[in-house]
């Protein structure tokens, strides 16, 4: 079992260079499903969940092969099943855009429950609702989902929450069925904006992207084409928080600055200075700490996976602030890890209490999920002693080279491998 050891108190200093969008990726990775050619992908993270869902493709017949370290090509034609394998799909949250991809190209799948994090309950049935209004019927057989349609038929489509999932799922499924589909009280996020011009590039009609109203006008084909994902926002917010935490100067480059809006307004509230320049930022502390309030939403919001690293500054900053998190149920597991290194944190439902103390101290602690694992390496990185994180593979979900990137800009991170025996004994 691998860990990470990191050594506080070390400023970060320096210039990072942010990956392709995890969450971009796997929508557009199966989104090339849909075409009759194959797809060359650029700026496209190496990451776990990317490996993955490669892996998945693969297992149902089309050709993928990484041409270098961030560009992929992705040939559907081979495919030779609409069914994703239980044992790979069920793994990641992601897989279940497969359901939209595939019943796009061939009305039928055959998709597992998602897996992912576990920090609430991410129900399925807003994209159920979605791909019944367009023609389909499903059952639900032993933890799979089971889609299928004689035909798919454009439609009007309420959401009745905002739902990102929901709604790439469903402008996947209807971008090639027959008339107009409109979604309306859709998401907004970067990475769908993302999903619907790379769509668009292969032929497809999609309209309002970004807003809350997307019109999908469905066609009959789609073409290859090469396109580059945009650069993670929240890696990109991760690395700033860590900056910030550690009294450094970082900049963070192959950014798009517009997405990083909210995140940035709330560092200079607590007293960071920001520099934004037209494809980076750079945040720099200026002598202090300021409490604040922060509340999720969906964007352009404030974004529910930097709650975690944003609470963890705030645990070391001068006050007390109130963290909401309105998006997700459960997404505080992590703040037990805070509280082993210091951290003094009241959590009642939704609602976090966060005083701010002088210091963290290094602790062994876990990556209970993926931003929670991100807000351990920050809290180890501003602590006081040498921090052991476990369970590192929830971080590298969605950080490619972490430890590689946090080096360069002067952090003292170790990747260690721990032997089983060694780990009983430790316990």
């Known amino acids: ?18 990956s392709g969008a995890k969450n971009a990726a796997l929508a557009i990775i199966p989104a090339v499903l849909l075409s009759d050619d194959a797809c060359r992908i650029e700026n496209v993270p190496n990451i776990t969940d990317v490996r993955a869902m490669i892996r998945i ?3 149902m017949g089309a050709n993928v092969r990484w041409m270098n370290r961030s560009t992929l090509l992705v040939d559907p034609c081979p495919l030779g099943t ?28 055959v998709v597992p429950m998602p897996g992912g994090c576990n920090f609430g309950v991410r129900p399925i049935d807003l994209h159920l609702k979605g791909f019944s209004a367009l023609g389909a019927s499903y059952s ?7 889609v299928s349609a004689t035909e798919l038929h454009g439609s009007s489509i309420y959401l009745d929450v905002v739902s990102v999932g929901a709604t790439i799922n469903i402008m996947l499924a209807a971008v090639k069925a027959d008339g107009m589909t409109v979604i309306e009280n859709a998401a907004k996020e970067p990475h769908i904006v993302d999903l619907a011009n790379f769509l668009n590039s292969m032929g497809a009609d999609i309209r309002g992207a970004g807003t809350d109203v997307i019109k999908v006008h469905g066609v009959e084909h789609l073409h290859g084409v090469t396109y580059s994902i945009i650069p993670d926002q929240i890696e990109a917010g991760t690395y700033m928080v860590a900056g910030a935490a550690t009294h450094g100067d970082v900049t963070v480059t192959n950014v798009i600055p517009k997405h990083l809006e909210s995140i940035m307004a709330k560092l200079e509230e607590m007293g960071l200075e920001i520099t934004e320049f037209d494809e980076a930022v750079r945040v720099r502390y200026a002598g202090k700490l300021n409490k604040c309030n922060i509340k999720t939403m969906p964007h352009p919001g404030f974004p529910t996976d930097m709650q975690p690293q944003i609470t963890t500054l ?26 082993r290194m210091g951290a003094q944190i009241s959590v ?7 005083e701010g103390v002088d210091h963290l101290t ?6 209970t999920d993926l931003r929670a694992g991100a807000a351990m390496i920050i809290a180890a990185l501003a602590a006081q002693g040498t921090t052991e994180i476990s369970q590192i593979r929830n971080i590298e979900r969605g950080y490619e080279n972490v430890v590689e990137k946090l080096q360069k800009i002067g952090a003292d991170i170790r990747r260690v491998t721990v032997q089983k025996d060694e780990e009983a004994q430790a316990v």
């Open 1 to 18: 079992m691998d860990k990470f050891f990191i050594s506080g108190g070390q400023q970060l200093q320096g210039e990072v260079r942010i």
């Open 57 to 59: 493709l693969r297992d």
């Open 82 to 109: 609409y069914v994703a394998s239980d044992e790979l799909a069920g793994q990641m949250r992601g897989s279940y855009y497969l359901m939209g991809a595939m019943l796009g190209r061939c009305h039928h799948a």
């Open 140 to 146: 639900l057989e032993g933890g799979m989902v089971n």
């Open 314 to 339: 705030l645990s070391i900053a001068n006050g007390t602030s109130i963290v909401n998190e309105s998006v997700w149920d459960n997404r505080f597991r992590y703040v037990d890890e805070l509280k």
């Open 348 to 354: 009642n439902g939704k609602l976090a209490v966060v």
């Open 362 to 367: 290094a602790a062994p602690v876990k990556a």
